[in-house]
């Protein structure tokens, strides 16, 4: 039996959670304590839908922080009930719990009910009224005391007024810090890739091969000819689950996680900020971003939606790994293919999970496959495999599979080991001629990974046709072994 991922919680850390109705300024506050801005944000209701968390640090403390959507007892259907329930889940794992009320609109029915639940919860509650943005805003606070609590903080989130005060409640408030706290597991550790353009470590390796490439490695050298930079230990694998709506992406996560971490429902567009969430499988850490179903932009008519869709663009741009989940009983869609673009434009490894495999006859992968061929042939790099979140068969193998890519995705070449590819190829295949003249290709290096990135150099650089690029890149795929990652190749003159 395979073990089960787990999330990587950090325990030794206090939980504050912020509470309230809709629109109150839940997610404004999440981004001020977190100093972030992931948490979307607009004057409508019931943008926030999932848990999402975040750590604080004031005046050498830690603690994190969860956002909720926002509880309205008279809303009705599956989206609404859902958003209660994960409240319910964050108010359970809390230390201290934040009531934000609209300090502009004063108390409501729904703000009283919800401060007596939280008080037949037992929990710490601290009376948050925002939207405070000046002394003219201020009377509004005297009659919120009439719920009993001793002080009510009125603050402004979005311009960050009468924050400090919070702050230290917050502090007073929280469990007494133990001087050994457990640690479970150690906090997620932040992972810069490298920028598409060559860095400066990487031109001077190659001014370097250009001086003395013979040199790099002698013929006998032994060991691989391909080694990752990967360090399995150390290395957090960030995954992006991207894809149209209604594709399943929230359901594999929380499959992945163990437990409802994300709010599903048949609705599309459920999902709208992305999530991270970090898990642990095998001894490797992964972090899971959910994102928002990616549609075309002439169909989205609600802000929220545009800046939804964009930051699941972006999450694509911050992750090792995208996932592109496509609901393969629907077929593949024009915008599967343009997402599987926009993972190629950003150089990361492409692992395409086929869900909702239950729904699909036997007889009928085989042309879904065919169709995946001819409609993402400009992506024939990319690794593939099904999958069904509902049955939960093959979604672990999505962490082993993108565990395989990633490793692809940092490896490095030996230059012995690529020359001596490299004169083979030229012999067996040269290239073509150029306005009548030969191109001479001299030799080729591997300038940086992640993704693995090559230079040849050339006489003529206009001279290497798209064609040829093609062909070479599908070489180096073939002969040393690269799984699932983009190869990009550049042409460079050589100097005198």
Same mark, same amino acid.
């Given at each position: ?17 912020l ?11 999440f ?7 992931f948490?979307?944000?607009?004057d ?5 839908? %999932? ?18 959507? +926002? ?55 601290? @009376? ?5 943005? +000046? $002394?003219?805003? /201020? ?17 402004? &989130?979005?311009?960050?007024? +009468? ?16 001087? /050994?706290?457990?640690?479970? /597991?150690? $906090? ?5 890739? %490298? ?22 490695d ?32 929230s ?6 996680? +163990? ?5 599903v429902?048949? *609705? ?18 992964? #972090? @899971? ?47 599967? &293919? ?47 495999m099904?999958? #069904? ?18 490793r #692809? ?5 030996? *230059? #012995? ?20 003249? $030969? ?12 993704p ?8 003529? *650089?206009?001279?290497m ?7 070479l ?24």
């Amino acid at each position: 039996m395979k073990a089960v991922p787990k999330p990587i919680v950090d325990y030794s850390l206090p939980v504050v959670a912020l509470v309230g109705r809709p629109n109150v300024g839940k997610s404004t506050m999440f981004n001020r304590l977190t100093s972030s801005h992931f948490a979307i944000v607009e004057d409508q209701p019931g943008v926030t839908r %999932d848990r999402r968390y975040g750590n604080c640090e004031y005046d050498g403390r830690q603690f994190r922080v969860v956002d909720t959507g +926002g509880i309205d007892f008279t809303a009705e259907g599956s989206i609404a009930v859902g958003m209660r329930r994960q409240a319910e889940m964050a108010i359970a794992e809390a230390d201290v719990v934040l009531l934000i009320v609209d300090g502009q609109h004063g108390l409501l029915p729904d703000d009283r009910e919800i401060f007596v639940k939280l008080r037949r919860a037992g929990k710490k509650i601290l @009376l948050v009224a925002n939207k405070i943005d +000046g $002394p003219r805003h /201020e009377s509004h606070v005297n009659d919120m005391y009439e719920l009993g609590c001793r002080e009510i903080f009125g603050v402004s &989130a979005a311009h960050g007024r +009468g924050m400090p005060d919070l702050l230290d409640a917050i502090l007073l408030a929280l469990p007494v810090e133990e001087e /050994e706290a457990q640690h479970v /597991e150690p $906090p997620l550790a932040d992972f810069e890739h %490298d920028d598409t353009a060559l860095s400066e470590d990487a031109l001077a390796a190659i001014e370097q091969a250009e001086s003395a490439h013979e040199e790099d490695d002698g013929p006998g050298d032994e060991g691989p000819d391909t080694v990752s930079e990967a360090d399995l230990s150390k290395d957090v694998i960030r995954i992006a689950l991207v894809g149209r709506p209604n594709a399943g992406k929230s359901s594999l996560v929380n499959t992945l996680c +163990g437990e409802e971490r994300m709010l599903v429902d048949s *609705t599309p567009g459920t999902t709208r900020d992305p999530i991270d969430t970090p898990i642990l499988h095998g001894g490797q850490r992964f #972090s @899971l971003i959910d994102t928002a179903g990616i549609r075309r932009r002439v169909r989205v008519h609600e802000p929220s939606d545009r800046i939804a869709m964009t930051m699941a663009e972006r999450a694509i741009e911050r992750a090792d790994v995208a996932v592109l989940v496509i609901d393969a009983s629907e077929g593949i869609g024009e915008m599967d &293919a343009r997402i599987a673009g926009l993972v190629a434009d950003a150089g990361r490894v492409l692992l395409i999970a086929l869900n909702k495999r239950d729904l699909v006859p036997a007889a009928r992968m085989k042309e879904i496959e065919a169709e995946l061929d001819r409609k993402l042939q400009f992506v024939p790099w990319a690794h593939r495999m099904w999958c #069904s979140a509902h049955t939960q068969k093959g979604v672990l193998k999505i962490l082993d599979e993108a565990t395989r890519c990633y490793r #692809s995705f940092a490896s490095r070449v030996k *230059t #012995s080991a690529l020359n001596r590819f490299f004169a083979g190829i030229v012999e067996k295949h040269p290239p073509p001629l150029f306005q009548g003249k $030969p191109i001479r290709l001299y030799y080729i290096t591997q300038a940086q990974t992640r993704p693995p990135t090559f230079v040849v150099s050339v006489n003529y *650089t206009e001279g290497m046709h798209f064609s040829y690029r093609r062909y070479l890149q599908n070489q180096l795929r073939e002969t040393f072994g690269f799984v699932g990652t983009p190869i990009r190749l550049l042409a460079r003159a050589k100097t005198k």
